[in-house]
């Protein structure tokens, strides 16, 4: 596997780029090298930014709470009116498949699907469905020993449900972000907290735990979060959370 390459950004702040995505990958009922995979210019992921996917990891070559990511992979498509044309056993087989061929056991994995080619730039005529196999992501270590810096914006995501592609105000803020040595950035609406760009966030005060409900993507690790706090019968609560909150958590 390769490893991770570590960096610094412009204040210094040393963070980990992930490796690039391996050799193989599938796309469209094939396994193919990823030097030769591709979409049509006509795809309406890339006209029209019409797709979704779902992201998650794998121990030991085996996807981490894969049905959960697969049945909300399949709610996001069916959210903005695409269908997954893949079953579930089928792709589950295929990422273990993908993890032996790419050589790695521990990696993360991307699934996308797109609108697929289209004549008008509206009409679909069949999906594109592929997925990547990618090295794990990692903070550094000093982001979990001394914690980390996020940053604010005003912005609610079009589908907050659905697991779309559009991540264009995370990207347009990258530079804004890494500049002020930032490692996420948390959306934000009429002083509301809602959800940052890649994660969930929970708020922690006198014992109880925090989270935004509305607005927010229900993340499978938020999810697993929720089931561990009310297993250890920890308080919680699934609330609006106030962006004046923030400064004052524990």
Known sequence: MVEHVLAKDETGVRFSLPAPVKPYCYLNGKIVPLAKAGLSLSDLGILRGYGVFDFLRTYNGKPFYFHEHFARFRHSAEIIGLKVPVGEAVVRDLITKLCKKNRVSDASIRMVLTGGETRDGFSMIRPSFFILIEDLYQFPASVFAKGAKIITHE??????????????????????????????ILYTKNKLVLEASTSNIFLVKNGRISTPEDGVLHDITRGIVLALVQKLDIPHTCRAVRVSELSTAD
């Not at 995501?157 to 040595?181: Q, V």
């Open 155 to 184: 912005y609610e995501r079009s589908f907050p449900r659905a697991k779309t592609t559009n991540y264009s105000t995370a990207l347009m803020l990258k530079t804004k972000k890494e500049r002020a040595g930032a490692v996420e």
